[in-house]
């Protein structure tokens, strides 16, 4: 994995992250990177295990999506556990 690949996963956290937290509640540039990193891995994992395709012809913004419908799902499952 080079340079470019990881700061192109990280911005991508930050906006999933960011978008996330408009729907769900939450702020903060490093809770952000989190979430939305960590969502790009669940969101990733529920759309293959559930077998929906997006049907988004534009990798990137398929790939923010993805990450994003990952960290809601991620921040309401933090709020259901504490």
Do not use: K
């Not at 395709?53 to 419908?69: C, D, E, H, K």
């Amino acid at each position: 994995m080079d340079m470019r690949s990881v700061i192109v996963a990280i911005l991508i956290g930050l906006v999933a992250g960011w978008l996330a937290s408009i729907v769900v509640g939450g702020g903060g540039l490093v809770r952000y990177i989190i979430t939305g990193l960590i969502g790009a891995f669940v969101g990733s994992f529920l759309l293959s295990a559930t077998g929906i395709n997006l049907g988004i012809g534009n990798p990137l913004v398929s790939q923010i999506v993805t990450a994003t419908i990952g960290a809601i799902v991620v921040v309401l499952l933090a709020r259901l556990i504490a």
